[in-house]
């Protein structure tokens, strides 16, 4: 069975103590009748005699008396049977709910993710008719940055020659003399530095994309210095390093997550939100859903007012910006499909203002 949680938990909590009481109290009961059963049946029948139960004086007892105790015993066996059963069902249909409400979250997700494989199928088409000329233009700085990190693993392999190549490509093919510049002094001073100056350099290296956040490009760079320098300590600390600056980094987005909770800043809510995304496990992730729900309903909810005021003062193109938003921040809502089929005539709607004026 699912384990029930969340806003369902308390249907669960609540039938516990009800099914717990009611045990307790059909189990006294059924114990007091099966004890008067006993004594009617330990009596001659029919006698007008007196039964003592404790000193008190049970009254006569007869045939009658006796079918009737075995009756109320039996009732009170298929109570406690059916309090089992409902307590079960209860418990199966708050269970059920919780896994209903998990399967619809992760159906969302999946839902974002098919609509953004779905923005980049279209963006790659869109892409295919350019000639790699003008691809090259529209990547460029995905390009440089790519340049940039086989150039440092190339200085940390000590391959000079190729580095020097790769930096003339960032200058004549790309464009970007001043980075290609810098490059060549890096490159000059790794080659005229001692053993210990190189690593303290990669170091340096790997501490400034720590400070960029770029945790998988530093663990990358680790294991290529790593691979050079094995026995060095400071190299063999780096993962360490980069580990501890990775969960301070951490530590404080959660501080400023709960602040912003508690000034109720929504939009720095869902701005850190995004951000712990990267940092969070599936453990943690799942111990902030509730709060996360709650401050992206606030962002809906404001967002939503923001479009309706923009609509009701004919701001057109500031209500097509607050749609928009909406569509990309949250694009599986009923509240984004009934924007997307406002935005036709919004559209139409800017495109009349400057005649109308």
Not at 34 to 61: C, E, H, N
Not at 150 to 167: S, V
């Amino acid at each position: 069975m699912p384990e029930e949680t969340g806003r369902f938990e308390w249907v669960t909590r609540v039938a516990r103590l009800a099914f717990v009481g009611t045990l307790a109290l059909l189990i006294i009961a059924l114990t007091a009748s099966v004890a008067m059963v006993a004594l009617t049946l330990t009596g001659p029948v029919g006698s007008a005699d007196s039964v003592s139960i404790g000193g008190v004086q049970a009254g006569p007892v007869g045939a009658t008396e006796s079918m009737l105790w075995v009756v109320l015993v039996t009732a009170e066996l298929v109570a406690l049977m059916w309090s089992i059963v409902i307590y079960g069902l209860v418990r199966a249909v708050a269970a059920g709910q919780g896994a209903t409400t998990s399967l619809g979250s992760r159906i969302d997700r999946i839902e974002t993710l098919m609509d953004e494989t779905s923005r980049g199928i279209r963006e790659l088409a869109e892409l295919a008719p350019l000639s790699d000329r003008a691809k090259r233009l529209l990547h460029r700085d995905r390009e440089v940055e790519a340049l940039r990190e086989a150039i440092h693993e190339d200085i940390i392999r000590q391959d000079y020659t190729r580095a020097e190549d790769l930096a003339k490509t960032i200058e004549t093919e790309l464009g970007y003399g001043a980075e290609a510049a810098q490059l060549r002094a890096e490159i000059a001073k790794s080659r005229n530095a001692t053993v210990e100056e190189k690593i303290d350099l990669a170091i340096a290296r790997i501490d400034e994309l720590c400070n960029e956040h770029k945790w998988a490009r530093a663990l990358r760079e680790t294991q290529r210095v790593h691979r050079l320098f094995p026995n060095n300590p400071k190299v063999s600390a780096l993962p360490d390093r980069i580990m501890e600056a990775r969960n301070n980094v951490k530590r404080q987005l959660l501080q400023a997550y709960g602040e912003a909770v508690r000034k109720n800043d929504v939009d720095s809510g869902v701005t850190l939100l995004q951000e712990l995304d990267n940092y969070l496990t599936p453990q943690e992730g799942a111990a902030l859903q509730e709060s996360a729900r709650g401050v992206f309903k606030a962002r809906l909810h404001n967002l939503g007012v923001q479009f309706a005021i923009c609509v009701t003062d004919q701001r057109w193109q500031d209500a097509i910006t607050a749609g928009e938003a909406i569509i990309a921040e949250f694009p599986n809502s009923r509240f984004a499909q009934e924007v997307r089929e406002k935005m036709r005539l919004l559209s139409s709607r800017v495109q009349k203002a400057p005649a109308a004026n």
